[in-house]
Structure formats: structure tokens, C-alpha cells
């Protein structure tokens, strides 16, 4: 019996297809890839925990001349908060510029994204890694300094935690923080007739929940 040979159409299909999968294997881990490039390997005996993206938000805000709110949002995110060997923490993030919007504008969102402002292009990560601190910080609340990086410029920047709402923040509770930086500081100077010279980031993070059996 003579095996039915595809058609024309079949094996374009069949090409369309392996081509997407071929795709999505190549661009569906380059984010991780990036996403944990430059932060390095965690320290020896460290222990990282994810973020709940239920509950973990991260958005920036700047004010125009007029006084008027511009908001927008990082909606694809990678982080962790890292127990070290000392028994300090220190948390790490890294926020995708190609993902923010920017309120419900399309064009706001665009030019966000674009060469004149964020840069995703040739920045696709602002990132974040914090000072080493004491787990007590996320309790009382205080200075969370560390290194921020945008658009290929790494400074030393201070965020302020609010003290928290429960006895375990970032697991029962939302551990939330916020500071202003100069975006001038980082090449993110256009506009300057129309917007203020601050960019103001917002943090609320929930950390996943351990897995049943384990205790944190």
C-alpha cells in the first residue's frame, strides 16, 4: 500500500509550525537569560524566594510642569529576596522596559519605551540589587539603599520601606516601598519643558509561598 504523501499546504503548515516552536524556544528563555545576566551567581548557601505575581506590583511615576500625574507600570518583572549565610537579606530585581505601560495611551506607552526615554531597544532591564540588610528593616521599615541601573548607568539610590502591617511582611502582608531618583542622572533627560526632573518608583512585593512541608 503506497503511503499518502502531504500536500503542498500540509507541509508549509508543518514548516509554519516547527518555525513558531523554534521561536518560542529561542525568545521564551532569553528573558530569564537576561533577566539574571548581570546580578551574578547568589553567594554560597544563599537561599532565593521568587515573587507572588498575584500580589507584586512595580510602577513609576512622573509629574508634568502643569502639576498633572503621569503613571505607568512594569507588568513583566524577575526577582527574589536572598537569605544570606549571615542571616542578612538582600533583594534583587530586574523590570522589562519593553513590557511598561503607560496608563491606558498607547502613545504615552510607546514613547516610553522608546529611544528617547527608556530605551528598551538597546536597555531592555532596569535593575535593582539592594545593600545587604537585616530582616528587621522589612519590619520597622527604613533605608533600603542599593545599586540601581538604567539605561547602561549604575548609581547608588536609597528607597524607603514602610513599616509593615503583620508580623511576616512580603509573606502575610504586601512589604512596600518608593524613592525618587533624577532621571537626568540616567540619560532619561528629554522632555524637560514638559516633565519634572523626578521619577518616582512604587514597590509592593509578595513573596511566593514555600512549598507545603517547609517552613520559612
Known sequence: MTALRPTHREVRGKETLTGWLMLALLVAPAWAVAANADQGPLPAGAVATGFDPDHTRFGFELRTRWGQRVAGTFPRYDGELVELPDGRQQVRIRLATAAVEVGDSPRYTELARGARFFDARHHPLVEFVS?????????????????????????????????????????????IASGSVDRGDYALDDWRFVLGSNVRFQLRVRLQQPAPGTSR
Open 131 to 175: 545593600e545587604p540588610h537585616p530582616p528587621a528593616l522589612a519590619r520597622t521599615g527604613g533605608l533600603l539603599r542599593g545599586q540601581l541601573t538604567m539605561r547602561g548607568v549604575s548609581r547608588t539610590e536609597t528607597f524607603v520601606l514602610e513599616p509593615s502591617q503583620c508580623a511576616r511582611p512580603g509573606r502575610d502582608c504586601d512589604a
